[in-house]
């Protein structure tokens, strides 16, 4: 069978299961063929002999039963790093790439600033910011001992450097004062877990999902080590922002400001100590 032919038949049976069909199937024989997207396009016609063939039937076999491509890649791209991705944390999102831009708006012309990243995941956002913002001095902290492993072995392959912590954010916060506080908490009610995607609910930690007054809970801590004027961020879940932001000011943070993500939908929230 060509190559062509193979991708449309992938592609054919991942949209029983996936919303993004074609573009799994691709992403998986590129992975299967040591190749880029791009590449496959210029060898359409090419036979797959029996061991390619057996190799991406096995990728497809596991991408319809609902895991995360990123989890079988073991890597994904966020912002301009490529993080290793596994189960141990949560796969960062591109609603979280718009996090780190507010992040980065907020830090433009500090010198060295501090910031702390509550609930680090894979470090997505303590890593990006360490990359885009030269002298950044990041502190990152999860729960989950897994996850910080995980971020370890990102800080590491990237050659970033972040501190890492393992912190429960409901005692509190550590270090300070910061420049800035961003954090993309759980924000799933428990009672919601069953209406999430199989995709999401049957393969990411829960622990990264399900999560009740994270978010206010950060917003108490962060007026505590925050500098006067220092920034708090947060990614909040479709339909939260308003409340948010209400949160915000009735603790006394100021300049309330609610950023849209590439679908129009609110799901940044900041405010100034
Ligand atoms: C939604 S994930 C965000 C991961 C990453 N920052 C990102 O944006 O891709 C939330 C993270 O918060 C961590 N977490 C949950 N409860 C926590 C707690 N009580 N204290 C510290 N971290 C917590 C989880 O382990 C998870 O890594």
Not at 149 to 163: D, G, K, P, V
Request: aromatic share 6%.
């Amino acid at each position: 069978m060509r190559l062509g032919e193979v991708l449309s038949l992938a592609a054919g049976h991942l949209g029983k299961t996936s919303e993004t069909a074609r573009l799994d199937a691709e992403l998986l024989l590129a992975y299967a063929l040591g190749r880029t997207r791009i590449e496959l396009y210029t060898d359409f016609d090419r036979p797959l002999d029996e061991f390619e063939l057996a190799a991406y039937r096995a990728l497809v076999a596991r991408r319809a039963r609902h895991e995360p491509v990123a989890y079988i890649l073991g890597e994904w791209g966020f912002r301009r790093l490529t993080l290793y991705v596994d189960r141990r944390a949560l796969i960062p999102r591109p609603e979280t790439e718009i996090v780190v831009e507010r992040c980065l708006a907020r830090l433009r012309g500090l010198v060295e600033p501090t910031v702390l990243d509550v609930g680090t995941g894979t470090g997505a956002i303590a890593l990006a910011i360490a990359d885009e913002h030269a002298g950044a001095q990041v502190t990152a902290i999860d729960l989950s001992t897994s996850a910080l492993e995980l971020a370890r072995e990102n800080a590491e392959h990237l050659s970033l450097a972040m501190e890492l912590l393992e912190h429960d954010l409901r005692n509190g916060l550590p270090g300070g004062p910061y420049d800035l506080v961003v954090s993309n908490p759980p924000y799933v009610e428990p009672s919601d877990l069953d209406t999430l995607l199989p995709d999401v609910r049957d393969y990411e930690p829960h622990v990264a999902l399900v999560g009740v007054g994270a978010t206010e809970a950060i917003a108490r801590a962060a007026c505590d080590v925050l500098r006067p004027g220092g920034w708090l961020v947060l990614e909040v879940g479709d339909g939260q922002a308003s409340q948010t932001l209400g949160r915000l000011a009735a603790l006394g943070y100021g300049d309330g400001t609610i950023t849209l993500d590439l679908t129009g939908r609110e799901r940044v929230v900041e405010g100034r100590r």
